[in-house]
């Protein structure tokens, strides 16, 4: 007589369900497969839906409309590539700035060269084909971490975070990854022999070059 009642007391005790986390999370993997394939524009919330198994319903209840769903695609795609709290985290820990750049592009380049899921693909994407709302995704996800990166740079360096030179080092450090990101390895290019280098070989390149580069920008302005 008491079975039912000590059932439902235990789940009670329990957390809240999480049926409602795996539908938004079955998707934004949907989505973004789909985003990645066929671009923000071609893409439909019917195929989105279809390919999640769910209804348009559960779409406007998790994202509120089709664009909510997108800009939730691409910030599961910043999470992906460099993590803000991983990369504040590196920021603010102790080691020398010239390591917590190489730890940056320790984790960026294998993603960029070794990693090929949607999340790169549909960067690259939106980075070539803007859609609309690329905007508030540059405002809202890339400003920040340019923030951070720039302290990071700042710190190496020795340029104050408000001196247009600086903006200058991180886009001198940062084109090379964008180049990985945006350039089809199936294409015969001059760079096509990179993708078939190890990635470790190639971020270790990358910091050789990137903290040489500022010592020079650093020697170059102290002479002045």
Known sequence: MTAPKQK????????????????????????????????????????????AQTNIAAVNYHFGSRDG????????????????DYLSRLAESALPPGDKLGHLLDGLVPMLIDNQGWHTRLWARELVSPSPLLPKVMREQTMPKFLVLARIVSEISGIPLRDPALVRCIVNIMAPCMVLLIVKRNMESPVQAIFKQPSADLARHMKIYALGGLAAIAASRAKK
């Open 69 to 84: 769903l997108y800009l939730a695609v691409l910030e599961e795609v910043h999470k992906r590539l460099v993590n803000l």
């Open 8 to 51: 439902s007391s235990a789940k009670s005790t329990r957390g809240p369900r999480t049926d409602g986390e795996a539908t938004r999370a079955r998707i934004i993997e949907a989505a973004g497969r789909l985003f990645a394939e066929h671009g923000y524009a071609d893409t439909t919330s019917k195929a989105i839906c279809e390919q």
